[in-house]
């Protein structure tokens, strides 16, 4: 497990516009703000956090004859350079899944290869592998890791089961949330914890959500302090678990 050394906030800095200024998560005693992208911001130790970019998912889609646009990577990294360009962190992790296959990134268009490395050159990067991309990316700069360890917190890719003390941010499941509203449902991607455990949503552009009542989050949360901030247009909206359809 890779160990992290917070650095020092030096000054308080202005929050930028996609952060939001209402909402803040708190998992094992850590403040963290959650960005409308589904991007996660720790403040205090100036870190971006980003879960399943899934990148060239639409062309792993076409080679099993299903056919979309393929520009899903490239407004992936449009993404997360505006997240980047927003929060000025000064470490990026990402929590797996960053490749949709063990052949996407070999895979990368010229120019989308030439914005990650040239992202990963300007800004401390590490990428935890997950299950779609065990195998490390050297070519690509940063490091590889399994996990890292961020004091009692763990980061990895899959939800495991955690220690009393312990705590766990993760990514995998696309978590999403659904509500009825005056007779409307309405589902958006969300991010999920319940104080020891926060999963976040997927980053990339081609990614689904999976509703966080379903069988695959059984048992991972205690439901009664359980919370889903759902990704609202402009804005996030937060939710006991029981207010959950």
């Known amino acids: 497990m890779m160990p992290f050394s917070p650095k020092p906030l030096t000054r308080s800095l202005p929050r930028p516009p996609g952060l939001s200024r209402t909402q803040l998560i708190e998992v094992g005693g850590l403040a963290a703000i959650p960005h409308l992208s589904g991007a996660l911001y720790l403040p205090d130790e100036r870190v971006l956090l980003v879960a399943d970019l899934h990148l060239e998912q639409g062309a792993s889609l076409a080679r099993r004859g299903v056919h979309v646009p393929p520009y899903d990577t490239a407004g992936t990294l449009d993404a997360l350079e505006d997240v980047l360009a927003e929060t000025k962190p000064w470490r990026l992790i990402l929590l797996g899944d960053s490749f949709h296959d063990a052949v996407a990134h070999e895979a990368l268009d010229a120019r989308d290869l030439d914005r990650l490395r040239s ?27 399994a996990e890292v360890a961020l004091g009692r917190i763990t980061l990895r890719h899959i939800p495991q089961r955690v220690l009393k003390d312990a705590c766990e941010v993760s990514g995998h499941l696309h978590p999403g949330a659904a509500i009825e509203q005056r007779g409307i449902r309405l589902r958006a991607k969300c991010f999920v914890s319940d104080g020891r455990r926060l999963i976040l949503p997927a980053f990339g552009r081609y990614t689904g959500a999976l509703n966080v009542r379903s069988e695959a989050f059984r048992g991972l949360f205690d439901e009664e302090a359980t919370q889903a901030w759902m990704i609202g247009n402009g804005t996030l909206h937060r939710f006991p678990f029981k207010r959950l359809s």
Do not use: K, M, Q, Y
């Open 119 to 145: 992202l990963t050159a300007r800004i401390e990067t590490v990428w935890i592998s997950g299950n779609h991309d065990p195998e490390a990316h050297g070519n690509l700069g940063g490091f590889c890791v």
